[in-house]
């Protein structure tokens, strides 16, 4: 099936290699990461802290491990303040908040489809037993 705007795949290639999304599906999709991004872009620039208490059931290692993934691949923005005691704040970049449109159009689709997708799990689940 080809789609507009994406390159069509050709015979013999490696679909994972053939596929222009699946990179960003991998940095975008991972776990923690839309919640994360979601927090930074709705309350803005906020402490670890902040961070960790609107995403109850992140742990501070997994939170810490995803901020470092999102601050590497761009997305997020990591200011250190000198103080004492020492004070960081994490924001959503501009490449980050680039994202909004793409989150927009998946919550549509969500509001759309998700009884679909659940009556569909229903039907195949109950064909099954």
């Not at 761009?74 to 980050?96: A, D, K, M, N, Q």
């Not at 449109?101 to 064909?127: C, G, I, M, T």
Request: charged share 25%; hydrophobic share 40%; aromatic share 8%.
């Amino acid at each position: 099936m080809a789609v507009k705007g994406m390159p069509a795949a050709t015979a013999g290639t490696d679909p994972e290699v053939a596929c222009p999304i699946g990179p960003v599906v991998d940095i975008v999709f991972s776990r923690w990461t839309t919640p994360i991004l979601w927090s930074l872009h709705t309350y803005g620039r906020q402490r670890f802290v902040e961070l960790e208490r609107r995403i109850a059931r992140i742990t501070p290692k997994v939170l810490t491990q995803r901020l470092r993934q999102l601050e590497r691949d761009g997305l997020v923005v990591r200011t250190y303040h000198p103080e004492v005691p020492p004070r960081v704040e994490y924001e959503i970049s501009e490449l980050g908040r680039s994202l909004a449109p793409l989150f927009a159009h998946l919550a549509a689709w969500s509001a759309d489809n998700l009884e679909k997708v659940e009556r569909s799990r229903q039907e195949y689940d109950a064909d099954s037993a």
